[in-house]
């Protein structure tokens, strides 16, 4: 069942320096979603990677977004964890809750991310790969339809990244990850939408499990 | 309010600090042996026989009263236009030189035109006070909205956190800083204001009777309602501004 269609007409930017012009940032891009799946939207840094994925969760106005279903439900995982310094970690998870959410949830969620007993905890205590986990818990405890993943284990060493792909590849949301890592897709995508040009258009599409991947990612 | 160790040591600090004041005024008003200097004991028995009169409750209440209410109208009027100002580019285009020209104005004029254009009134007073100070609350306010983190913007609305929310949890304690110091000069400002508005046009509060006072060469008189006043605001700040600042800032010494 198709979850989403994405049949965008085009999106411009404002022009560095050029008050009242705008230039094009993205190409005309269509693509559908189905339910349960995790489509990566891969591409180099800068071509709108995150801009295609703010127009498809409505917090950039666009045309062209379709949720045949109704709106779902969305939570994201940013680059940065966006964390709020002044909450502990239990109250920045809490806050994402559903408004009939249970705060009971919050223990058994950061167990389940190698998190416990980090409740109390300040952000400004945590490493960049724990803020991330709480940023993962944070978005799996506001009940979501849709995960939006927004480059997620970028700056991560090796251990972490790999420790916070096995948490996301437990829960089989339907998903869409911005990444320009092909590790991301490799352990987590079902399909591949790879990005690119100027302005950004696909220039292909694969599914992740493709023998010869990145080589056909690489030949483009 | 804990009594732990630090807090213990930071009351010793401020008795001795406020002891060491209070000796070399003494030595000085004795060395000195002039009307125009009274020692710290002759002041203290002013301040007793003012209190037990009923007069300097009476008129140290009613000051407090304006103070509290100029307080809170400079600070909610000025924070509200602040976070326009910084928030809608168009808006702060506007007004920004209104706001210049505010800022600069000398306190004493708001205080006559207030009292011209009102008349006599209590709310003139309070309202020429709020007015000399909410200005560079707004100032303060707009800066400290403009330094506001996007991205944790950003997630709130990815989190649709709506307009309440985002400004309670995310909003408001960015701002804190800033309001803190908008309070501190706040307090530091308005006083001071409210008793020049009080020998102006009030026949009550500390500023009438410290006018009184000069008018009777009562140097006594003078020292003993200020030392009244000083005290309280230094109780304001150590009761109540100090604690909620070290709480609003906990998270930073977490780390």
């Given at each position: 069942m198709t979850v989403l269609r994405v049949d965008l007409p085009g999106y411009a930017i404002p022009s560095p320096g050029a008050a009242g012009r705008t230039q094009p940032l993205l190409g005309p891009i269509g693509f559908e979603v189905a339910a349960g799946e995790t489509v990566a939207l891969f591409g180099p840094s800068g071509c709108g990677k995150t801009t295609l994925l703010k127009l498809i969760d409505g917090l950039i106005p666009g045309t062209g977004i379709t949720w045949p279903s109704g709106k779902p439900r969305t939570a994201w995982v940013f680059q940065e964890p966006s964390l709020l310094p002044w909450r502990s970690v239990a109250d920045n998870i809490a806050l994402a809750l559903p408004a009939a959410g249970d705060r009971a949830i919050i223990p058994a969620l950061l167990d389940s991310l190698g998190l416990a007993g980090w409740g109390d905890a300040f952000p400004n205590r945590l490493s960049l790969g724990m803020a991330r986990r709480v940023a993962v818990a944070r978005a799996l405890a506001a009940a979501p339809d849709v995960l939006l993943l927004d480059e997620p284990l970028a700056s991560l060493d090796a251990a972490a990244a790999q420790g916070l792909r096995a948490v996301l590849r437990r829960h089989r949301l339907t998903t869409l990850l911005v990444t320009h890592d092909f590790a991301d897709v490799a352990a987590l995508a079902d399909r591949v939408i790879v990005l690119g040009g100027n302005p950004t258009v696909i220039r292909g599409v694969f599914d992740?499990?493709?023998?010869g991947l990145a080589e056909r990612i690489a030949a483009l | 309010m804990s009594f732990d160790g630090p807090a213990r040591a930071r009351l010793l600090g401020r008795i001795v600090s406020l002891g060491l004041l209070a000796a070399l005024w003494q030595i000085a008003a004795l060395l000195a042996h002039s009307r125009t200097l009274p020692t710290v004991t002759a002041v203290l028995a002013r301040l007793d026989e003012e209190i037990a009169s009923g007069a300097l409750p009476h008129h140290l209440g009613i000051t407090l009263f304006r103070v509290a209410c100029a307080f809170a109208l400079s600070l909610l009027g000025g924070a509200a236009l602040g976070i326009a100002l910084g928030s809608w580019r168009r808006l702060d285009l506007l007004f920004d030189g209104w706001l210049i020209a505010f800022v600069n104005l000398p306190a004493l004029v708001i205080i006559v035109l207030a009292y011209i254009w009102l008349g006599m009134t209590e709310w003139a007073a309070i309202v020429a006070v709020a007015l000399n100070k909410l200005p560079s609350t707004a100032i303060l306010l707009r800066e400290g909205t403009r330094a506001l983190d996007p991205q944790l913007a950003l997630m709130a609305r990815a989190f649709r956190f709506g307009r309440w929310k985002s400004f309670r949890h995310v909003m408001l304690p960015q701002l804190t800083p800033y309001l803190l110091g908008a309070s501190r000069s706040g307090l530091a400002l308005i006083w001071k204001v409210v008793l020049v508005a009080e020998i102006l046009g009030?026949?009550?509060?500390v500023g009438f009777q410290i006018e009184v006072c000069f008018q009777l060469f009562d140097v006594a008189g003078i020292l003993a309602y200020t030392i009244a006043f000083a005290l309280v605001v230094l109780g304001l700040e150590w009761i109540l501004l100090q604690p909620f600042e070290r709480h609003m800032n906990r998270w930073r010494l977490a780390s």
């Amino acid at each position: 069942m198709t979850v989403l269609r994405v049949d965008l007409p085009g999106y411009a930017i404002p022009s560095p320096g050029a008050a009242g012009r705008t230039q094009p940032l993205l190409g005309p891009i269509g693509f559908e979603v189905a339910a349960g799946e995790t489509v990566a939207l891969f591409g180099p840094s800068g071509c709108g990677k995150t801009t295609l994925l703010k127009l498809i969760d409505g917090l950039i106005p666009g045309t062209g977004i379709t949720w045949p279903s109704g709106k779902p439900r969305t939570a994201w995982v940013f680059q940065e964890p966006s964390l709020l310094p002044w909450r502990s970690v239990a109250d920045n998870i809490a806050l994402a809750l559903p408004a009939a959410g249970d705060r009971a949830i919050i223990p058994a969620l950061l167990d389940s991310l190698g998190l416990a007993g980090w409740g109390d905890a300040f952000p400004n205590r945590l490493s960049l790969g724990m803020a991330r986990r709480v940023a993962v818990a944070r978005a799996l405890a506001a009940a979501p339809d849709v995960l939006l993943l927004d480059e997620p284990l970028a700056s991560l060493d090796a251990a972490a990244a790999q420790g916070l792909r096995a948490v996301l590849r437990r829960h089989r949301l339907t998903t869409l990850l911005v990444t320009h890592d092909f590790a991301d897709v490799a352990a987590l995508a079902d399909r591949v939408i790879v990005l690119g040009g100027n302005p950004t258009v696909i220039r292909g599409v694969f599914d992740a499990w493709a023998p010869g991947l990145a080589e056909r990612i690489a030949a483009l | 309010m804990s009594f732990d160790g630090p807090a213990r040591a930071r009351l010793l600090g401020r008795i001795v600090s406020l002891g060491l004041l209070a000796a070399l005024w003494q030595i000085a008003a004795l060395l000195a042996h002039s009307r125009t200097l009274p020692t710290v004991t002759a002041v203290l028995a002013r301040l007793d026989e003012e209190i037990a009169s009923g007069a300097l409750p009476h008129h140290l209440g009613i000051t407090l009263f304006r103070v509290a209410c100029a307080f809170a109208l400079s600070l909610l009027g000025g924070a509200a236009l602040g976070i326009a100002l910084g928030s809608w580019r168009r808006l702060d285009l506007l007004f920004d030189g209104w706001l210049i020209a505010f800022v600069n104005l000398p306190a004493l004029v708001i205080i006559v035109l207030a009292y011209i254009w009102l008349g006599m009134t209590e709310w003139a007073a309070i309202v020429a006070v709020a007015l000399n100070k909410l200005p560079s609350t707004a100032i303060l306010l707009r800066e400290g909205t403009r330094a506001l983190d996007p991205q944790l913007a950003l997630m709130a609305r990815a989190f649709r956190f709506g307009r309440w929310k985002s400004f309670r949890h995310v909003m408001l304690p960015q701002l804190t800083p800033y309001l803190l110091g908008a309070s501190r000069s706040g307090l530091a400002l308005i006083w001071k204001v409210v008793l020049v508005a009080e020998i102006l046009g009030r026949s009550d509060g500390v500023g009438f009777q410290i006018e009184v006072c000069f008018q009777l060469f009562d140097v006594a008189g003078i020292l003993a309602y200020t030392i009244a006043f000083a005290l309280v605001v230094l109780g304001l700040e150590w009761i109540l501004l100090q604690p909620f600042e070290r709480h609003m800032n906990r998270w930073r010494l977490a780390s």
